[in-house]
């Protein structure tokens, strides 16, 4: 059995052709958007629509396989859920990373300053890569 189909099988959701090619791609890529998933899944299922490509994310998020990522001032990306890390982004060429960074310190905090109680955190940071620089 490969990693994708373990992954699906441990989340509950049936291991298709189609959910197995975009597990392999979320983790090839690390983020990526519907829009690119779509043209890539195209090439090996030219009769897959954009709406079936929606309703697969849409169930791997609500089993907690995989979860959006909302970047400012571009387009959500999708990743497979991991540890607490934060997420930074290159303002030229929009290549996204991830940070390992502990996270835990910084909702304990943000609870205790704003009394809530954080269910979910997603920080975003922005600057050039040294790529770019």
């Known amino acids: 059995m490969t990693e994708s189909t373990l992954l699906l099988k441990e989340h509950h959701l049936k291991a298709t052709p189609q959910r197995i090619k975009i597990i392999s791609m979320i983790e ?3 983020h ?3 829009e690119d998933l779509y043209k890539e899944m195209l090439e090996q299922f030219p009769s897959v629509s954009l709406a079936t490509i929606y309703k697969n994310i849409n169930q791997m998020a609500q089993s907690g396989l995989i979860r959006e990522i909302k970047i ?3 387009k959500s990306v999708f990743e497979l859920i991991k540890e607490p890390h934060l ?3 290159c303002d030229s060429c929009g290549k ?5 960074v502990e996270t835990e310190n ?3 905090e943000a609870e205790k300053l704003s009394g809530y109680k954080i ?4 920080v975003t940071l922005r600057g050039t890569c040294p790529e770019c620089r």
């Open 119 to 122: 269910n979910e955190s997603f």
């Open 72 to 74: 400012p001032k571009a």
């Open 32 to 34: 990526i958007t519907i």
């Open 106 to 108: 910084i909702i304990k």
């Open 96 to 100: 996204i990373e991830d940070i390992p």
């Open 28 to 30: 090839e890529h690390g």
């Open 87 to 89: 997420h930074i982004v």
